[in-house]
């Protein structure tokens, strides 16, 4: 499946308006947006009050018209479906589908690298892979991308 990637502007707009229903929707003190709070960004809010729920609902229409939160949601829903897989369906956080993580592998492995050694580590792990399982394979080709980006670094 495919979709718009957002852009800078949804995902700001989207982390603002998420900010503010975090603070009307705190179960046990919710607070008007900063932006729109009375006594200098301090006021608690009722959602029994019409006023401020008024107030509430305009800033966030307001902030919804500065993108598109259509955008922003359907695409970490595209991210994280499984079918495409680009993130690791069973970690707990967001990272590189497994597939991916060994398609990045297998490119710094056959990158033409400029820095001789590099190259000559890509050789060395390149020939003892044959005899290696795919774990251990695994392990030694990230640790000298590792090693070798520590280096780069330095």
């Known amino acids: 499946m495919k979709m718009a990637k957002a852009s800078e502007a949804d995902l700001n707009m989207a982390m603002d308006l ?10 046990h003190c919710p607070a008007m947006p900063a932006v729109i709070a009375r006594n200098d960004g301090d006021e ?4 029994d009050d019409d006023e401020q729920c008024g107030r509430a609902l305009r800033a966030l229409l307001e ?3 500065r993108g598109s939160l259509f955008r922003v949601v359907y ?10 897989k680009l993130v690791d369906p069973g970690a707990d956080s967001i990272e590189h589908h497994p597939d991916r993580q060994d398609s990045a592998r297998l490119r710094w492995l056959l990158e033409d690298h400029a820095d001789p050694a590099k190259r000559e580590r890509c050789r060395e792990l390149l020939g003892r892979m044959a005899g290696m399982s795919y774990s251990a394979a695994a392990a030694d080709i990230d640790a000298a991308m590792r090693e ?7």
Do not use: I, Q
């Open 18 to 27: 998420a900010g503010m229903l975090d603070n009307l929707g705190h179960r």
């Open 44 to 47: 608690d809010f009722d959602r």
């Open 63 to 65: 902030t919804a018209d």
């Open 75 to 84: 695409g970490a829903a595209v991210m994280l479906d499984p079918r495409n």
């Open 148 to 154: 070798t980006a520590a280096t780069e670094a330095a």
